[in-house]
């Protein structure tokens, strides 16, 4: 069984370069793999069995290695599959070219991005399931349905890739979102295959990936002092979506998906300690008379359920928690919004402004940004972060009643009225 390099000369494209396959002959009977790389003649030595850089022709030195390293790649996997059929002296072509297709397949663009979708949901990871599945989806209208092997990404098709998604009238953060992603799993592929494939790094070299700061989305005080006194009794789902909003403020900024999976196992005494849903670090929580008051109106009367609040059900699955989870984000937001609108808020309330309104009055009282970062469990403030000491809890919690306070007072009053 002979494996050879070739040109496929039948096949030429519009630009003069033919298709780069491997021809593997037996018995007067051949096979052809495409490789996905296209070349013109003068850049291919027959003798060698490699593609050499034609000043004129050639775009670039850099290229033509890159091209060299996945033909090699190729041919290893190639060679391991003859490998396992010589062994079991099986010399059917047909199914040992389908074994070399799958095999490289394995190693496509497509492929990993559905490998990686289908883990996130075996693992509960239904958010993260999903954003792949959008970035997924965009990049299969974006190349029109082609897949692409991992060694045939280069620079360039990224480069393309970012453009096409900026021209498509999506916007900057939005943008940032798909090549976080797609980065992401170029990454994994990476790590999977064992592949020298060139590092992320130097793929998304000069592409814009961070999200952009937007307009304002936290409250002033002056704000959260009339969100505080809203009272609209005829209006009970309105009402609902205000507490909620004060309990996630109350709570050093709880995100509302970190309060929809805190165990009942977390309200420990005066304190609430969960990990954070996101980011799965630590959190601890003293409760006020307030927060306390307020939690205890939505906690779970099911004695089967695992959860501490109501939004939850104990009986669903990862993916129809998820469900309920995006299902009260949006009757949240859609209330807020309403709420925001009757009370002359300048920008759209949504539930995440509660935790972007407690970190900005805890950095407009003097807080440290580290101990902000702490407290709200984010992740390392870069690489620096190692370096950071740990603060004590009782640190956290004056910041977190520095920040309450100015509210506490009146929404006692509203509590015990009620």
Partial sequence: MQVTLKQNKDRETTSGRYPMVFKISHQRKRILIYTGIHVCTQEFNE???????????????????????QLRQMAAIIAEVLERHRQKKIFELKEIGQECRRHIRKNSLYSIFEQAIEEKKGNGAIGSARAYESTYNKIRHLTEGKDILLYNISSDYIRKLHRQCCLSGISTNTTAFYMRNLKAVINRGARESGNAIPSAR????????????????????????????????????????????LLCFLLQGTGLADLCFIKKESMQGNYIRYKRHKTDIGICVALSDESRKLAQRFMSRDDGSPFLFYFMDGQDTPQKCYTRYRSLLKKQNRNLKQIGYYLGIGLPLTTYVARHTWASQAKESGVSTELISEAMGHTSQHTTAIYLKKFNQSSIDHVNDIVTAPYRHSLHQQLYIR
């Fill in 47 to 69: 003798r060698t069995q490699r593609l050499i850089y034609v000043k004129g022709i050639s775009s670039n030195r850099n290229d033509i290695r890159e091209k060299n390293l």
């Fill in 202 to 245: 130097i793929l998304f070299d000069g592409i814009a990936i961070r999200k952009e700061r937007t307009r304002k989305r936290a409250l002033t005080e002056e704000e959260m002092q009339k969100l505080v006194h809203y009272n609209s009794q005829e209006n009970e789902r309105l009402m609902e979506a205000k507490e909620i909003f």
